[in-house]
């Protein structure tokens, strides 16, 4: 018999077998009992918290044949048929793959057929926040008047995606994400029903690791047992989940000290796509922050969470790359981002935009006392480009710095996309900014118009004249070219020392 995965093995098939999610699951088996179903629900929600699981119970409960409570028996016709998904009244649509144009279309026509089968078509649209706006067009007119014997229920990870004439149309439910003490029983209890012996610390890393996913602790341990076999030890948790955490956390934090903004954002790049979640790394990078921090406050007095003796080197290194202060202030940042991320489920560029943000807090080497830099830095005439003669490349370089000056009292996090690039010239009435290859994020990030529109504002403050802005890579030999005649034309020869 082919393997079937613990997860889908144990996916829930009653309402009395769902973990957590109580609030859900009584309304609707009170519901159910009571035949006072609405016609159309909407279940939000993090990843693999049940929200499928439970359309589907509701789509047996409402044709089960010996329906008892508002549970479905799991042993009639319709229900076995729904388990093994032949039953032609309950219809489940994935709009992550598609779209749903044609399933939607399709849907508004064959809604009007009386059920086939059963009492009750369900239809169950999967990942509805990825509809087109002409599937939800369609969708929004068929669940506006639906007939009597239809209902729907659309699940989506993203509600703030969902349009707001949909939602005003469906009774909604939210999901929550699992508790670590839930999942931990879970975990026990389908370890042992497996034949799989596994320690307490490793189930507690698994489920600390899921992040409230039950999907996710599930095929966790079904890796880690394809992995190891039956016997699991905290250690084989950490070795298969490669809990390069550490280290990556570790390498992390140093590529913030050396301000090294274009590796942090592949780190979180390569890190995203491998499935972490963005408050998951915010919230390590707290705890990380947080010991690198008292490390340097209390040395060995500090009580650290999650380093250990054998990190203790690297924070040696760290805490010397740069000062409590401006640790407090990334601290303070990174709180802040975990905080607003539990909001808004995997918003990527919060993310990313808070961890420039830190890498200019940690690089910035004029925070002590910010007036006098004010004084140092701001004045026109002191770089020279009103006032007198000055070598050309100085101006150039004295200009670059009084945009970053001014774009940062703007916006930090654009002056943080800003700053990793260079001014390579003026050509009538167009600013060439230059990136280096690695620096993709940033200007793609200072091509969108709000930050373009910050920089615009700061040189037009400064010049007293409006400018175009053109962002290029660096390494491009065409653009090079084009670039260097024109830094020649503005700046005189001296300028042509691109950087590589
Ligand atoms: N509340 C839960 N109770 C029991 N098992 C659950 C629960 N949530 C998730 N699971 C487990 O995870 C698997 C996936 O759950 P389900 O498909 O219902 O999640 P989902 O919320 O629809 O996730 P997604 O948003 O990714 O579609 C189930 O087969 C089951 O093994
Ligand atoms: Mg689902
Ligand atoms: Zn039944």
Not at 228 to 235: L, N, P, S
Not at 414 to 436: P, W
Request: glycine letters at 6%; one cysteine or more; charged letters at 30%.
């Amino acid at each position: 018999m082919a393997y079937l995965a613990l997860y889908r093995a144990w996916r829930p098939q009653k309402f009395q077998d769902v973990v957590g999610q109580e609030q859900t699951v009584t309304a609707f088996k009170n519901a159910i009992a009571q035949g006072r179903t609405v016609h159309a629900y909407l279940f939000s929600g993090p990843r693999g918290t049940g929200k499928t699981s439970v359309a589907k119970i509701v789509a047996k409960a409402l044709n089960c044949l010996n329906v008892s409570g508002g549970e479905p028996c799991n042993e009639c016709s319709s229900c076995l048929d729904i388990n093994r998904g032949n039953f032609m009244d309950v219809v489940e649509i994935d709009a992550a793959s598609n779209r749903g144009i044609d399933e939607i279309r399709e849907l508004r026509e064959k809604v009007r057929i009386m059920p086939a089968q059963g009492n009750k078509k369900v239809y169950i649209i999967d990942e509805v926040h990825m509809l087109t706006t002409e599937a939800f067009n369609a969708l929004l007119k068929t669940i506006e008047e639906p007939p009597e014997s239809v209902i729907f229920i659309l699940a989506t990870t993203e509600m703030q995606k969902i349009p707001a004439t949909i939602v005003s149309r469906c009774q909604t439910y939210q999901f929550r994400r699992i508790t670590m003490a839930e999942i931990i029983t879970r975990l026990e209890q389908v370890a042992e029903s497996n034949g799989i012996h596994i320690s307490q610390d490793a189930v507690a890393i698994i489920a600390r690791r899921s992040n409230g996913g039950l999907r996710d602790a599930l095929s966790i341990m079904d890796q880690i047992y394809s992995y190891k076999g039956t016997v699991i030890q905290k250690e084989d948790v950490i070795e298969v989940l490669g809990l390069v955490d550490d280290i990556f956390m570790a390498d992390l934090i140093e590529a913030l000290l050396a301000h090294d903004s274009a590796r942090v954002m592949n780190m979180l790049d390569t890190a995203l796509d491998q499935g972490k979640e963005t408050q998951q790394i915010a919230r390590e990078s707290v705890i990380y922050l947080r010991d690198l921090l008292l490390y340097a406050l209390l040395g060995n007095k500090a009580d650290l969470i999650a380093a250990n003796q054998s990190h203790k080197d690297v924070l040696d290194k760290q805490k010397g790359k740069t000062n409590q202060e401006k640790m407090l202030m990334a601290l303070r940042k990174m709180m802040d981002t975990a905080d607003r991320l539990r909001f808004s489920e995997g918003n990527r560029v919060q993310l990313e935009i808070a961890f420039l943000e830190v890498c200019e807090i940690l690089s910035d080497n004029t925070t002590e006392p910010q007036s006098e830099v004010r004084l140092r830095e701001a004045p026109v005439e002191d770089s020279g480009v009103k006032k007198g003669r000055p070598k050309k490349t100085e101006a150039r370089e004295g200009l670059w710095k009084q945009i970053l000056y001014k774009v940062k009292e703007k916006r930090i996090p654009t002056h943080a996309l800003l700053s990793q690039g260079s001014l390579l010239g003026i050509k009538e009435n167009t600013m060439f900014i230059g990136y280096k290859k690695g620096y993709k994020f940033h200007k793609e990030r200072m091509e969108e118009q709000a930050n373009r529109e910050i920089l615009e504002t700061a040189i037009k403050e400064i010049i007293n004249q409006e400018m175009e802005i053109q962002f290029i890579f660096m390494e491009d030999e065409q653009y090079n070219d084009i670039v260097v005649k024109k830094a020649i034309e503005i700046f005189g020869e001296e300028v042509i020392e691109l950087k590589d």
